[in-house]
């Protein structure tokens, strides 16, 4: 493997989210690789607005050698500067409109977004192979410390030829 399984799936769910209108001052966030996104600065790592996309390690499935990681994906911006939640709410549509895209791709098994999610995940996690994706629990909206937020939740399917 070139990279670790949750930061291969961060960067290639990031690269999907992009594709969309999130806007162009919205940092996305991988949090097992943050140097990913040039807007990130160490010094200041608190950055809005932000999708935050975070990873499970492996679990197993069903089958041998088959496994999946949950991902959580945040939708964040700071309440002062959006007290009636519109850019919270642009963002998360968004987002959900990528992961909609993907998740249909993945049914049907063709698309651009599928194809670039694969190639991505294929080549950096090798042995690794893209199964799915399942869509999971959203994340209620919330305000707490100053930001608003809400998040989508979703499972990525995959195996594993090494441990077969």
Not at 35 to 50: G, I, V, Y
Not at 59 to 78: C, D, E, K, M, W
Not at 148 to 154: A, E, L, M
Request: hydrophobic share 35%; charged share 20%.
């Amino acid at each position: 493997m070139k990279a670790p399984i949750p930061s291969t799936i961060e960067a290639a769910l990031a690269d999907v989210i992009r594709t969309q209108e999130i806007g162009a001052g919205t940092l996305v966030r991988c949090w097992h690789v943050l140097r990913n996104d040039n807007k990130w600065n160490p010094e200041n790592d608190r950055f809005f607005p932000c999708v935050a996309i975070s990873a499970t390690g492996q679990r197993p499935g069903n089958q041998p050698a088959t496994f999946s990681s949950n991902v959580a994906i945040i939708i964040a911006t700071l309440t002062e500067d959006d007290g009636d939640h519109a850019q919270t709410t642009a963002i998360e549509f968004a987002v959900q409109a990528a992961i909609d895209a993907l998740y249909m791709q993945s049914r049907r098994r063709t698309g651009e977004l599928l194809t670039a999610f694969r190639a991505s995940f294929n080549e950096q996690c090798a042995p690794c192979v893209f199964g799915g994706i399942e869509i999971g629990e959203p994340t209620p909206p919330s305000d707490s410390e100053g930001v608003s937020s809400t998040g989508i939740n979703i499972t990525i399917h995959y195996s594993r030829s090494d441990l077969s």
